[in-house]
């Protein structure tokens, strides 16, 4: 096997594509020059070329939604755990959520934690998402300040999330957010859950209800609880838009798996010329409530996994371009977390591990509905690129950064305990015992060979992205 190097000063290579070929020519981690014609049998091309014959040359992907749980976590996963992972399924660029990580990302101080940790530990690019919570909501010198230390955006829950310091938050944080966001034209990612009246919802130690039956769980979270968010959310943004406080400000819906009543609240946003973009991820397009079986707890996650009809009307959306991109939600944890041998929904620790497999996770579940590899280059690499402000990221053209995957999309495997995973956890995956399309042969980080085929980079090259 070729030794997998560190920057490439001068690289050509070249994919057959039924005799069509793509040239690329990189150097100092950039793009210089991107031909496509017809190969002409004898022809010499002068320069480092690798070819990777009927394979598929695409931009790298971008996943705006991972959670690397550094510092503070690393058994739950870690910066080079999470980034081999990463780079051994065609991401070439992570955005790392602001919570998981302890502290959490929700001042200068714990952001320079977090940019400290991931030194000389990350196999790709890692920008870094900061935290919206009521404490710094109030104190708009402390958001200012956290956006101008380098923040992609923001992000808050508008349910409790799970995590101590990083409370929920609700109208009024929302509105200072945006306010202090539009300066900077940068996003504000919300998880959008509402609790509601939980009457009748069944309850942790309520006995009367089986916390092993995924439908238990599933009725504590109802597609109402993401539809009063978003419906509150496009209130608040319209009125802080109609006051002209937050004019050029984004709003971000992150992990939508309501594909009824909350989706058809963001098309109405939408047509109403409202800046809003919306992620779905692979667990709620390739999964249905009804195949989960009893205490198998790899397959809580919040939103929860809806029914079959639902699933089916997430993939329609996407197709139709009402879901703008996707993204992991990477939300691992330890195995005593998930309480295999208690099987209980309502207790376990939610979250599904997916990062090294969302390429062939998507390919695989949606060859049926005719995705092409265009879609999948939009919904992976152009789009999220855009939401994250990099500009130089997102499609192989001349000047971006050379953040190239090479995969084969014929090639099958079966994910069992053979499959080398690079997650810390591998074994709490809802995908694990599945046969998937889709191998990565190569994967490049500006023009870093960081992964080809089960071998990393002798050393992590990645670079944090902090915005300016």
Partial sequence: MESLSSIFTCHIFLALLHQNFLQVEVKGGNIVSVVKGIYQHGEIIKGHVVDYGNAVVMPGLIDVHAHLDDPGRTEWEGFSS??????AGGITTLIDMPLNSEPSTVSVETLKLKVEAAEEKIYVDVGFWGGLV???????????????????????FMCPSGINDFPMTNSSHIKEGLHVLAKYKRPLLVHAEMQLDSEGYPKENDDINDARLYSTYLRTRPPSMEEAAIRELLEVTKHTRANGSAEGSHLHIVHLSDSRASLKLLKEAKSRGDSITVETCPHYLAFSAEEIQDGDTRFKCSPP??????????????????????SSDHSPTIPELKLFGEGNFLKAWGGISSL????????????????????LASWWSERPAKLAGQELKGAIVSGNHADIVVWEPNAEFELDENHTAYHKNPSISAYMGTRLSGKVLATFVRGNLVYKEGEHAPAACGVPILAK
Avoid: C, F, H
Wanted: charged share 20%; aromatic share 8%.
């Fill in 134 to 156: 009521p404490e710094n909501a109030l104190n708009v010198s402390a958001l200012d300040s956290l956006l101008k230390a380098g923040v992609l955006g923001l992000k808050s």
């Fill in 356 to 375: 090294q497999y969302v390429l062939p996770v998507t390919w695989s579940y949606g060859k049926k509905y005719g995705i092409t590899l265009n879609q």
């Fill in 305 to 326: 996994i809806r029914d079959a009809a639902n699933r089916e009307n997430l993939w329609g959306a996407l197709m139709e371009g009402q879901i703008d991109m996707l």
């Fill in 82 to 87: 999470g980034t081999k992972a990463a780079a």
